[in-house]
Every structure is written in C-alpha cells, then in structure tokens.
C-alpha cells in the first residue's frame, strides 16, 4: 500500500507539472492532439478492442446484467462514434485567454478577467470506457491536467484507451504527465486520491448514487458532482393536452435510463381528468409502469391495459432510471411548487401550460440547474444547449449548475495592466 | 448542547425559508431595506455603542492589545462610515435576475442563463463589528439570506447591529428571518453550523488562518475563503527604478495588517545593486524590518540605518501582516517564477519591469487570483476594482477568485422557454 501511496502522489505530481504547461500552449497544439487522438482510436484499434474483450469475458463469466455488458462492451463502429466526438470537441473555440469584464480604472490601471484552466482535475467513473476518452479531451482541450481513476470492471480497456490519448498527445507536444491513468482498483487507494488536494483542483466523481456520496463526503478539494436527477413535469390547469402528452412521454421513454428523464408527473386536479387517460394510453403502449397517488388512481384504474400500483412514499422523490413514473393530483401550483422543493434534487424541472403568469412564477420560483417551459426535460445536456460536449451535469450550485462544458472546467484570473500606479 | 442545536437548526430552517422569497423580491425592497439599515444605523446608535462599549471594556480588562481594542472599537464616525458603506452598496446594481447566454436552439428552444442567489450563506467572522453590517449587507442586495457567527469578544456589539439589521430590513418588506443571528459562542456549536449543508449554500469565513483552516477541513457546504496573501512583488532586470521603489513602499506600508499587503520582493541580480539601496532606504524611513537572503544582505548591510536580519527559510511564504518585508535576489524571471509558484499563496502578485516579454511571460505564468505589472498589489479589493464592495477576496479557483463581490455571492439557472419540442 505505501508503495502504492507513492506512486499514486508521483501521479499527482507530474499531472501539476504538466498543468502549468498546459495552461498557455496553444489552441493548435491543443487541438493537434484531440486530432491524433481521434485518429490512433482507430488506428490502433485492435489492441483496444482486445483488451475490451478481455473485460467482457470477464464480466460476462462473474454473470454481469446485460444491460451492464452492453454498457461496457466496444467494437470497431462505437471506436468510431467517440473519435467522431472527439473531433467535435476539436472544432469547438478554445475558452482559454478569453478576456472579459476589462475596463479602465481612474487612476488608468486596466483591470480584466482572463479565462484560465483549473489546473488538474480528478475524475473517478463507473462502467463505460468511453469516459476515459471523453473527460480527457475536455480536460485538455479546457487547458487541464487530468487523472482518471474508472472502474474495476473496465481496467483493461480503460488502460488501452488511456495509453492510445497519452501517445497521441505526447506526440503533439502536450506536456507529458498531462494525462494520467490510475491502473491499481484497490479500493483504499481511492481515499488517498480524494485527499490529494494539493495537486488536485476539481474532482468529478460520475457514476451511481454511492460513488457520488462517497466522493463528496472524503474529498478534501472541491467536487463539483450531480447526475441525480429526480425530474418532475407539472401540468397546469391551463396546459394544452397535445402538448403535455407528448412531452411526457418524450421525457419519461426517449431514454429512461438517465438523470434528465422524467420521475414524476403532478397534474392539477382541475385538468386531471382530460390529461391522465390520454397519458397514461401513450405511457403504457410504452410499458411504463405508473406509480399512482390516489386521486389518480381512481381516474385511471378503468383501464384495464395499463401497469398501475399504488403509490408510496418513497416513490415521491425517487429517481427511477426505468420505465416507471409517478403520478400525483395536486390542487394548485403551489402545491407544485412545493412538491418540488420537497422532493427534487435540483436537477431539470418543467411546467406545461399555456398560462403567462404561471409559467413565469415556475420559472421564478423552481430552484433548479434547469427550469423549462413547455418542453421535455431529456434537453438538459451540454450537446443539446449547444455547449458541445459535457463532462457531467452539476446539481450543485457553486461555480457551474447544469451541463459541465468546456467554459465550465475552467476559472479566471484578474490580471492588472499598470504604470507605476500606487494606493493612495 | 441539545438545545442549542435545536435553536441553531431553527435559525438554519428560518434562514431557508426567507431565502426562497428573498430569491425573487424586487430590488427596490432589497435597496429600502439597505437605506433603513444605513438610517438605523445612525438613529439608534446609542444601544449599539453601549453595547460595543461592554465589549470594549471586557476586552481592555483582558489585556487585549491595542492594535486589536482598535479594530473592535465603535463610534458615531465609525457608524457614519459603515453607513455610508451601505448607501454604496443600495446603489450598486442589482445582480440579481441578468440574463446571458441568451440562444435560440434550431429546435426552436430558446435557452439562456439566469443569474439567481446562492441561497443562504453562512459566515463565521473575528473581531471588528463592522463584518456583521457589511456582510448583512451584501448577501441580502444579492438576494441570499446570510447566518452570522462573529467573535466572542464582539458578541454585545455584534448582536445589537444584527437586531439594528433585523428590525430594518423587515420594515422594508424583507422575508423575516432573512437575517439570521447566533449569540451563542460555544465553539462546539461551530461544528454543528458547519455541517447544516442541508440549510446553508456557501460558507465564507473571515480571519486568521486558524479559522479559516477549520471552516475548511469541517464543513460539509462549499467554503469559499482566502485572505491569506503571501504577496511577491518581482523587481525584473529592466524595471524602471523611479516605479519600483513606490510601488514596494506602497504595498508593504500603506496598510501593513491586510492580506494584500507585500511579503517579499524579488529582486533581479542585475538590478539588485541599484535598486535595493533606494528601495530598503525609503522602507527604512517607515520603520520596517528587511529580512535579507545573503546577496541583498551584502549589498544593504553597509546602511547602518535599516534594520536588517537574515532571512531564514521559514520568512519566505510567510504572511509578516507587519513592517516585514523578506528580500531575495534572483537570478532570472524563471526564479522568480518557481519561487513564487513553491512560496505563494495565489492571492496577489507583481512583476515591475519595461520588458513586455517579460512582463507577459509573468501574466501568463503566475497562477493567482490577481496578477499587476507595474502597480501595487493593494489594490486587491473590491471596492478598487470597481465592484463597490466585498465579504472577502477568494484564494481558490472555484466558483470565484479574488474579491467577492455581488455578482460572485449569486448562481446562474439555465431557462428554458419551449413550445412543445421533445427530444428525437
């Protein structure tokens, strides 16, 4: 372990180097490198591909889900879709250098805000091996060292994938040590990365529920973290019904296995009953399952094709990353409103109506990353905001809220053009 | 100790509800709450100055120095000024409510950026009275709704401004409980404060580092902090004399006791000569004490006048907050660079010189909330950046850096006005 240790901080250390580096070169080489890497993704594809192979059989023999396998599992054309992303990433202006806020001060000091990278930033990740990919062209591209720790279960294709980004960025002339990859899964050692605060700036823990807890709680530099989604979609009494239906449904089954899918729908009571049937019809040719309170319940049980149950407590409030939603009457917009603060987490809230004044003290009044009107909350998403690309979405407040893009890796630092000047 | 907790957390649940409200008040209450609270200030000053004179009085009978009885002292002209100070701030701008980012999506989304408070910030402070106004202040112009925890030795004094503060903001139409006040200064409660992440948003504590150390490594909340400053300023090979020597004078001098104040000066090796005679005379005439590395040493010892000591390597990175200043001559702006990268603290720093190259390269390189060329590093304050005002000047890359001020205590949420879309 002690060895371990070391070699963990000799990580750190060399990802600090190379940060300061990292910080001005240029948007060229920046860019060349996101290039190489698109390029050796496919090149180099057979040894990446063998090691994702060794990961699946193992998965597959230790009776992993396949919904898991699927998660995990590479082959030539998804190789093909991350380098496409990365070079979409390429293509997208450097935030670094921007300088904002300038202006003249009486006394002539010319004061501004240059936009700035973090520094290193620390990421752990669960499953997916395109993450490995993703986070470190926003990293770099950002102007950022990163260190990524990803999971157990994907170690050799997480591996194969991290040598393929260090070679081609090494060869563009991006410091080396910039991207650093943690290949010892040993548990323990992850309390020891979250600990180094003096070489890690930020940390993004992506994943489950438990590795986001874990991480907030042990880490002793800041995390910016979210993925917890508990999205609810109110229907006023003033929503037009062609809008509504197909919203929620977009929301609940375009991909109900993420954190901006919907979890909860609260209808008011006066429009309940012309809105759930149509509804709940869609929901259930989809085979959503529908967790009813139980106004509703007595509005829809005369249908006998849907998959209806009773609500509990736990359901309000619960994300389900399935084809389940909850359905609950409410009499007002109030009691929306603080249905959501009791029970959201801060994620993509929406309201359907057609009335000005309850859309806009929806807007007012829902504390959320992002609060829509008339529309489906699978938008929040940095592609779909136009950011291009995303590390994680952050529930929290500080420092960004919502998609973490690009601008959103980096800080600024104020930098001060003199002649001479001195404080009266 | 159980129901203290229980009346922290009621102060803490208070807090969260006004803050709700607070979110969404228009600027012309926030401003009359300020304009009461400047009026009250001075209309009332008799109990605040009974009050204050109590702390006094103990403080004096403990022995407390008088550079400390000073800053806790109150009068009419101290309350004139802190009442002015409020009247600066009701005429800032409100930040709250700017919209940016504004876009339209080819879906027809149109999306953008809200600037919306933090919520409820807590703050934990130490000595001078002031902070209870100026933060009050700050936080309710921004919308947030603030939890205040000064020091022992103010209590008297800080709970008649907060109940000066309370009484005129509600006469304004503030939420009540906006303004939250803990007159209980066991320490063990502290730890319960810092851990009400569940009611409180961000934490700033203002003081030395003792505190500043323990708000960071027990709270639960985002802590934004700073106010430690170890300040370089670098005497390039091609500075202009006639600026370099005011400028040192300046920052080490003009307000010895502040974290924007100069440490240590760097000095050229092919300028040490000339300029550091010039520079520890006019230093010497204010009575500071230079703490030399063995070169500057050699070449001031002969000015029997100064008073000099050997620098030992604990001065370099120290914060004097004194009439100390450390010296070190350099062999070339890389030195200067790596000993401001191993010694500084990220708050403010200098290079002096004609040299553009030279003078970027230091831009480019120093890793600080406030970079100057050529001017003095006390001008790190909000109120001379043209912020109006500050709770303190961040040392951290997150969320924001350098001074705090309006806009800096506010979050943004994405808006989004749709008309039906759904995600393909």
């Known amino acids: 372990m ?3 240790i070391e070699e963990l901080r000799t990580k750190g250390k060399a990802a600090k180097e190379a940060s300061r580096h990292l910080a001005y070169i240029s948007t060229e080489i920046k860019n060349q490198a996101l290039y190489n890497i698109a390029d050796d993704l496919l090149a180099r594809k057979d040894e990446i591909l063998a090691a994702n192979q060794k990961d699946c059989q193992a998965a597959e023999a230790s009776g992993m889900d396949s919904a898991m396998l699927d998660r995990l599992m590479l082959d030539e054309s998804r190789l093909e879709g991350i380098a496409g992303d990365v070079r979409a990433v390429a293509a ?68 194969a994938l991290a040598t393929v980004v260090q070679d081609a960025v090494t060869r ?7 991207v650093q990859f943690i290949d010892n899964t040993d548990r323990e050692l992850v309390n020891h990365l979250l600990k180094m605060n003096d070489f890690i700036d930020m940390f993004i823990p992506r994943g489950g529920e438990g590795l986001i807890r874990h991480v907030i709680e042990t880490a002793t530099m800041p995390v910016v973290s979210g993925g917890i989604g508990v999205c609810h979609t109110y229907i006023d009494s003033n929503a037009d019904i062609e809008k509504a239906v197909p919203i929620v449904f977009n929301a609940k089954v375009q ?50 094709s849907l998959k209806l149950t009773a609500a509990t407590e ?56 992002c609060v829509y009107i008339n529309a489906s909350t699978r938008f929040t998403d940095g592609g779909q905001f136009g950011l291009g690309a995303e590390v994680g979405i952050s529930t929290g407040k500080m420092h960004a809220r919502g998609p973490l893009g690009l601008k959103e890796l980096t800080t600024y630092k104020w930098i001060i053009f003199g002649s001479g000047q001195v404080r009266e």
Chains 1, 2 share one sequence.
């Open 2 to 4: 002690e060895k371990a």
């Open 172 to 178: 563009a002339g991006v410091p080396e040590g910039a």
């Open 255 to 304: 991909r109900p296995t993420v954190c901006n899918a919907l979890d909860t729908v609260l209808v008011h009571a006066d429009i309940a009953e012309r809105s759930l049937p149509p509804m709940a019809a869609e929901l259930g040719k989809a085979g959503v399952e529908i967790r009813c309170d139980q106004r509703s319940l007595a509005i829809l049980k005369s249908n006998k």
């Open 92 to 159: 997208l202006p450097d935030p670094v250098g921007e300088t904002f806020d300038m202006r003249t001060l009486s006394n002539g000091l010319i004061i501004s805000r240059r936009r700035v990278p973090l520094g290193v930033i620390g990421s752990m990740y669960e499953s997916r091996p395109n993450v490995t990919v993703d986070i470190s062209v926003l990293c770099l591209k950002s102007g950022n060292a990163v260190i990524l720790r990803g999971g157990k279960e994907a170690l050799n294709s997480n591996s």
């Open 314 to 369: 736990e359901d309000w409030g619960k994300e389900f990353l399935a084809l389940i939603a909850a359905v609950k009457v409410v009499d007002s917009l109030d009691e929306a409103l603080e249905h959501i603060r009791t029970y959201g987490s801060g994620h993509s809230e929406a309201i359907i109506t057609e009335n000005y004044s309850a859309a806009m003290r929806f807007l007012d009044e829902v504390d959320a990353a």
